[in-house]
């Protein structure tokens, strides 16, 4: 699917390149904020953590000079990241009621309880880019903002554990404690449409006369209401920091 949105978006952009003073191409790498209670739940049971979430991008960018120091900029990425991984403290036993997870301080398992996890964010961003000192000069540190309009899914297929159900085991050595029903989930959240904000700040160089290379940090801030599975949740952080670098050509 983000292959398809990608594709989609710069079909859609190309017409921007008739009219455009200047086109980058970037290799980026986004670390998402993870700041919202989905993202938290999959930290704390799972065995992955907000690294593995950190994931390459490649991007696009149409450049229209307004004036000698400012730009109107329309660009495109897309992020996503599918992670598979077990619940850290649990472990699943079989019964004639059904799956039910266990202590793995205590028991070894008959299976581990376990999901993937898959996140994708797909921005088509519009915005100003101001150029201190001119789009023509060897040195040019830029910084600009605007909004976007974001494409994102959230999907989670595999075992889960109900926490909320809790069932009463007597262990012979250990004695009664709690245990937990496993349920297989198909949950997929997808084709969402966010608008948010975003900030960048950057440096080109030029190497060429009309060629530059060009590093920038960008910060994205937005949130989604999650549904199809995902009720309950709280709105979804979808914002994160985004290093990128490319080339820009100016015609």
């Known amino acids: 699917m983000k292959k398809i949105l990608i594709a989609l978006g710069i079909i ?17 790498y986004f670390v998402p904020r993870a700041k919202s209670d989905l993202w938290d739940i999959e930290f704390e049971n799972m065995d992955f953590t907000h690294a593995n979430y950190q994931n390459s991008t490649l991007g696009f960018v149409y450049e229209k000079y307004l004036a000698s120091q400012l730009s109107l900029v329309i660009g495109l990425d ?7 991984g077990f619940y850290k403290d649990y472990v699943g036993y079989s019964f004639a009621e059904g799956d039910f997870a266990f202590p793995a301080r205590y028991y070894r398992g008959a299976f ?11 921005p088509v961003m519009l915005g100003l880019k101001l150029v201190p000192l001119g789009h023509r000069a060897s040195f040019s540190p830029y910084l600009g903002g605007g909004v976007g309009l974001y494409i994102w899914s959230v999907r989670l297929q595999g075992d889960m554990i109900d926490f909320s159900d809790p069932w009463v085991y007597d262990d012979p050595q250990l004695g009664e404690f709690e245990i937990y029903p496993i349920y297989p989930t198909t949950a997929r959240d997808d084709n969402n449409f966010s608008f948010g904000f975003y900030a960048f700040g950057g440096l080109m160089f030029r190497i060429a006369q009309r060629m530059a290379i060009e590093a920038e ?17 709280e709105p979804f952080d979808l914002g994160g920091y985004h290093f990128a670098v490319g080339i820009n050509y100016r015609f």
């Open 217 to 233: 940090f960008r910060f994205n801030s937005l949130k989604g209401t999650l549904k199809q599975g995902f009720e309950g949740f």
């Open 78 to 84: 897309g992020y996503s990241k599918n992670r598979a």
């Open 112 to 122: 581990f309880v376990s999901h993937v996890f898959g996140v994708s964010i797909t």
């Open 12 to 28: 859609l952009l190309l017409p921007a390149s008739i009219w455009a003073d200047a086109i980058s191409i970037r290799l980026g």
